[in-house]
């Protein structure tokens, strides 16, 4: 069997390295990862997750304040620098809804973490787990992860976040005071969980408004849609509306949109077939008439278009996007330019 190499996004790189302690040099370890020290920074492109953990070793041992290192990167994220990750995360109602969707659409940042909710006594744990060997850059990456979780947290949420705890699976590099001063809640060393844990009241509280132009496009878009229907109240014109409406939090159940139109699922399922259509079929088309949207009218990154359209994987939207449209969602964005 062969095993695929894991990653991680070359962004936490240039975020290292632009966290580093004046004086110290980082050019050499930037170049040695096969990266342009002076940039551009490109989220989607990824260095081996072992490489990146050497890396970060190599400059906190420089860095005279190497101890609070990750804690400053964490600290300088915003979601806008996560591409689509960053969209997922602040265009969700709640933090359970940035946590969900962090699940599906963590990979985006490598293939080497992963993100999961654990429900909890009020709350829940999100936890982290990354692949690795426990190097001593593994542990500094995943200090960097919970730091940087935490700063989004606060940037999205209206609750004025903080967790109620942060946990760490390796033991204190320092004084455990640093870390708590930090995160502003009791920070667990050797706890068998990188995590952090979230009080009920923080992670239902809603998000700010993150990003109006997506709220905008949808608007518009379901506003078109709506238009539509002034000619044509079919039911699959009403069930391809509110697809749309929810395809960022993923591909809509079957009961889930029947619940939206205030009709039973089995009833739905029975008059889209009495009328020549499957639910899945009517998915389809709103996906489509989506992602073609986006690719025509905004610069949306392919990624997040991906996203925006409920896939988990930019490779799955483009083979779903050349079935539909007889060519790569690129190909159809050069060519509506050109029109």
């Not at 744990?125 to 426990?134: I, M, P, Q, T, V």
């Not at 489509?288 to 990154?301: C, G, H, I, M, W």
Request: charged content about 25%; overall charge negative.
């Amino acid at each position: 069997m062969i095993r695929r190499m894991s990653a991680i996004t070359s962004l936490y790189v240039y975020k290292v390295v632009d966290q580093a302690s004046p004086g110290v040099q980082t050019r050499d370890l930037v170049e040695g990862l096969g990266l342009p020290p002076d940039g551009p920074i490109d989220p989607g492109r990824l260095v081996a997750s072992a490489d990146y953990y050497d890396f970060f070793a190599a400059l906190a041992d420089r860095d005279p304040n190497g101890l609070t290192l990750p804690l400053r990167i964490g600290a300088s994220m915003r979601c806008d620098e996560y591409g689509a990750f960053g969209l997922a995360w602040k265009s969700a109602p709640n933090l359970r809804g940035s946590f969900v969707r962090s699940e599906r659409y963590g990979h985006v940042l490598g293939s080497a973490e992963t993100y999961s909710l654990e429900v909890a006594d009020d709350g829940l744990f999100f936890n982290l787990e990354k692949a690795g060997d426990g190097r001593p850059g593994m542990l500094l990456s995943n200090e960097a992860s919970m730091a940087a979780v935490d700063r989004i947290s606060r940037e999205v949420s209206t609750s004025g976040f903080s967790p109620r705890a942060v946990h760490f699976k390796h033991a204190p590099r320092g004084d455990p005071s640093v870390y708590e001063a930090h995160f502003g809640c009791p920070v667990h060393f050797e706890s068998g969980r990188d995590a952090l844990r979230v009080s009920a009241e923080r992670i239902d509280a809603p998000n700010r408004l993150g990003d109006e132009t997506i709220v905008r496009f949808f608007d518009q878009h379901l506003e078109r849609e709506l238009a539509s229907l002034i000619c044509d109240r079919g039911l699959e014109q009403q069930v391809r509306r509110a697809v749309a409406s929810v395809l960022s939090e993923g591909v809509p159940t079957l009961s889930l949109i029947a619940g939206e139109l205030g009709i039973g699922a089995r009833t739905l399922q029975r008059r889209l077939s009495d009328n020549g259509h499957s639910f899945q079929g009517v998915v389809d088309l709103a996906r489509r008439d989506l992602a073609q949207r986006l690719l025509r009218e905004t610069d949306y990154s392919l990624a997040e278009v991906a996203f925006l359209t409920g896939f988990a994987e930019q490779s799955g939207f483009t083979r779903a996007f050349k079935r539909w449209a007889g060519q790569t969602p690129r190909s159809y964005r050069l060519a509506a330019e050109k029109d």
